[in-house]
């Protein structure tokens, strides 16, 4: 097995900078419409053949250093009783938004295996599958960006009931959070248990948040994720938010081994906040990959550049790839990656 990811995530010494690319499964690949076409996007979540298949695609077409299980990060709320749909064109959907103690009490907590036994049983696929490649990371959204979708109902343009919830029902929005908590711990040791080798933690949306209010209505609870997790094993826990520049201070407090940075900051600056406590993950813009060549080898060169003195680094796009986006370029960012880091070495 190729334990280049892993070992950049525990700050250990690699021959090379490892990357994956997060939602490298997904549309802008060919062979993606073609399995995707056959199906809606939460019947391909639950089908684990298929899953599976997605999984692998980017491993084989890009070369990347670790695979990222195919699902949603709102496949868990669906079970805990919030009615979902994907729409084309407008995204997830939660039909009835959670606003009041009514709603909130009638969520319950999934059981991985009994409720979600299709996420654990495209996992175990995988792990066979991928048991001489590279490692598998799973995956949850944090409790915020959870939050997010079932009280706005859907994606959101200021996020006004999320906070007015944090802000005139705090006891409220907490007994909703703490649900979601215990949801995603459930679930993320469910993942554990049926083989992932790493985790990846998405806060979305954790840069629409004021410091103050990060302070109590997310950070907390990511904090209580991974130490349950750290309770019942050493994997690799990378956590990611999103236009997080401002709250990097705190991030740090989550005791996540990996934080996943966006294009926003320079890496020089963090790795000097961070000071060899975690490893680091990111950061080219998306973007990035509509660079002509030469342009686009510049940039992954000032990326690296940029992460030398990091206790590890892990290179990845700092949000995901776009639809868009020409699977060649990817391909070709996979490469450079790979050679320029090694002639640093
Ligand atoms: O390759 C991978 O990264 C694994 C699969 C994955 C998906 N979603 C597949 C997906 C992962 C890790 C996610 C996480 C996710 N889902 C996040 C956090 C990451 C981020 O981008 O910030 C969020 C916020 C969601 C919620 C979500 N799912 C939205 C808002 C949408 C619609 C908009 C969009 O990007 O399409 C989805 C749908 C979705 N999730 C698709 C895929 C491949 C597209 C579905 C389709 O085929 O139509």
């Known amino acids: 097995m190729n334990t280049t990811f892993l070992k950049a995530c525990k700050g250990e010494k690699t021959d090379y900078t490892p990357i994956w690319i997060m939602r490298q499964a997904g549309r802008y690949l060919p062979e993606y419409h073609t399995i995707r076409s056959k199906c809606t996007f939460l019947e391909l979540c639950k089908n684990p053949e298929q899953a599976a298949a997605v999984t692998l695609q980017p491993i084989d077409i890009l070369g990347v250093d670790a695979a990222i299980l195919f699902s949603d990060i709102l496949v868990p709320l669906e079970k805990m009783g919030a009615a979902l749909e994907f729409q084309e064109k407008r995204g997830p959907i939660f039909l009835n938004p959670i606003r009041d103690k009514n709603a909130v009490d009638k969520l319950g907590i999934p059981d991985p295996e009994d409720d979600l036994g299709y996420v654990m049983d495209t996992i175990r696929i995988l792990t066979k599958e991928l048991k001489d490649r590279v490692p598998l990371i799973g995956f949850s959204g944090a409790p915020f960006t959870l939050s997010t979708y079932l009280i706005e109902g859907g994606s959101s343009k200021n996020y006004i009931n999320t906070k007015r919830m944090i802000y005139e029902a705090p006891d409220l929005y907490k007994a909703l959070m703490d649900k979601i908590t215990d949801c995603t711990i ?52 990378i956590y990611f938010a999103n236009n997080g520049a401002t709250l990097l201070d705190q991030s740090l407090t989550s005791n996540a081994d990996v934080l996943g940075l966006d294009w926003r900051v320079n890496l020089q600056e963090v790795i000097k906040k961070v000071d060899g406590k975690v490893s680091l993950q990111g950061n080219m813009d998306p973007l990035a990959l509509f660079l002509p060549d030469n342009k686009l080898e510049q940039r992954v060169t000032n990326v690296l550049e940029q992460a030398k003195g990091a206790r590890g680094h892990i290179f990845n796009l700092g949000h995901g790839i776009v639809p868009e986006t020409d699977p060649a370029k990817a391909k070709l960012a996979v490469q450079l990656v790979h050679e320029i880091s090694k002639k640093m070495r």
């Open 186 to 237: 459930e679930y993320l040791k469910g993942q554990v248990a049926a083989g992932v080798q790493a985790l990846q933690i998405f806060d979305s949306w954790a840069g629409v948040l004021a410091p103050c209010d990060f302070e109590v209505a997310g950070i907390p609870y990511v904090r209580r994720i991974i130490s349950a997790l750290k309770e019942v094993t050493d994997i690799p826990i």
